[in-house]
């Protein structure tokens, strides 16, 4: 039972434009959600979060949002650089999950010229 | 320098032979974790540790075993139980209290033949 979702494995953006991308989740007791970027071979950098009490966060050029009565974040970059190509995985916690993170299966997103 | 460190980079065993794989951290972090990834799937948790001589089973413990004998190390042996251990091994840590986020090494890719 997948808890967290990413439903587009991959996106395409062209560079200085907005980059969206979505996560779904079905555990109403998940009260924090992070926004993780990961190159090949190597570990996920940490880039932003955001609380269940807030609807957003932002920070320079990435910002998350937070629809708790969908069950949906999305993270946008603006403008997209192509530093930004990379793999994004989101991911949920809970204070009644031990803090464990659950990953979604992350997506794709390529900065084109 | 603080970080976490993942030793080796590439690791290649024959099937059958246990290995373990280490991870060092110098971030006086409480909290450990491991997780593997494979090809188009997110992070799945193998086991996690607390505090030093406790650990938990995540997801997908089966064919793994861990150990947590000093705050700073928390290795990994992947057993000949293991049906597929071909995969890409990430250790994270994450500071004690009530926070969410979890830091990454630079991952250990596995291959058994």
């Known amino acids: 039972d997948q808890q967290v979702k990413q439903n587009s494995p991959s996106l395409s953006v062209q560079e200085g434009r907005i980059s969206i991308l979505n996560c779904d989740y079905t555990?109403?007791?998940?009260?924090?959600f992070l926004w993780y970027k990961k190159y090949p071979a190597e570990g996920p950098t940490f880039l932003i979060s955001?609380?269940?009490?807030?609807d957003k966060n932002e920070d320079g050029r990435f910002t998350v949002f937070l629809n708790k009565s969908a069950k949906h974040l999305s993270l946008h970059i603006v403008p997209s650089q192509p530093g930004d190509s990379a793999v994004y995985f989101c991911?949920?916690?809970?204070?009644?999950?031990?803090?464990?993170?659950?990953f979604g299966q992350g997506t794709r997103l390529t900065i084109n010229p | 320098d603080g970080g976490i460190t993942q030793s080796p980079k590439y690791l290649f065993r024959k099937e059958g032979q246990n290995v373990t794989l280490s991870c060092e951290q110098n971030?006086?972090?409480?909290?450990m974790y491991w997780y593997r990834q494979d090809p188009g799937q997110g992070l799945r948790l193998i086991y996690y540790?607390?505090?030093?001589?406790?650990?938990q089973k995540g997801d997908i413990a089966e064919g793994y075993s861990v150990s947590r004998e000093k705050k700073e190390s928390f290795p990994l042996t992947v057993t000949s139980a293991q049906k597929n251990p071909t995969a890409f091994y990430l250790c994270?840590?994450?500071?004690?209290?009530?926070?969410?986020?979890?830091?990454f090494g630079p991952g250990t890719r596995l291959t058994v033949t």
């Open positions: 994270a840590t994450r500071r004690s209290g009530r926070t969410y986020e979890q830091y």
């Open positions: 555990n109403s007791m998940f009260d924090y």
């Open positions: 991911a949920a916690s809970s204070i009644q999950g031990a803090q464990k993170l659950v």
């Open positions: 971030l006086n972090h409480d909290a």
């Open positions: 540790s607390q505090i030093v001589n406790d650990f």
């Open positions: 955001i609380s269940s009490i807030k």
